[in-house]
């Protein structure tokens, strides 16, 4: 079992930043993928990033790419989300959430994350 907390959310003006970090309680954390989700109001829940167990390989969804980075600290157990140039458009809840289906390879199948953060709302608004 993997328990996993999100902190970092907040209001912040389009263009701004935010850094949410995702804590979890176990030490093998470390084998884990690492996944960021979102759900806006009335919308599916959409992946926006993940990371690998070794923070070799990343994934980025369409709409974040060069805006937002995906990292993880395995010695604290921490993940995080580094969002820049926000948009009123990623106003959501984001969750972060664990998968080792894959080995510790990151998963784009949201089927796939097994441990799940309660999520922390972001909101982008001027």
């Known amino acids: 079992q993997v328990s996993l907390v999100e902190s970092g959310g907040g209001s912040v003006q389009p263009g701004g930043s935010l850094r949410l970090s995702c804590e979890a309680s176990?030490?093998?954390?470390?084998?884990?993928?690492l996944g960021w989700f979102r759900q806006a109001p009335g919308r599916k829940r959409e992946l926006v990033a993940t990371?690998?167990?070794?923070?070799?390989?990343?994934y980025f969804a369409d709409f974040v790419k060069g805006r937002f980075t995906i990292s993880r600290d395995n010695a604290k157990n921490t993940g995080y989300l580094q969002m820049n140039s926000l948009k009123p458009e990623d106003t959501a809840v984001y969750y972060c959430a664990a998968t080792q289906r894959r080995g510790g390879s990151f998963s784009e199948i949201e089927n796939e994350y097994d441990y799940w953060g309660p999520g922390t709302q972001v909101t982008v608004s001027s």
């Open positions: 990371i690998s167990w070794s923070s070799n390989s990343r």
């Open positions: 176990r030490r093998t954390f470390t084998s884990w993928a």
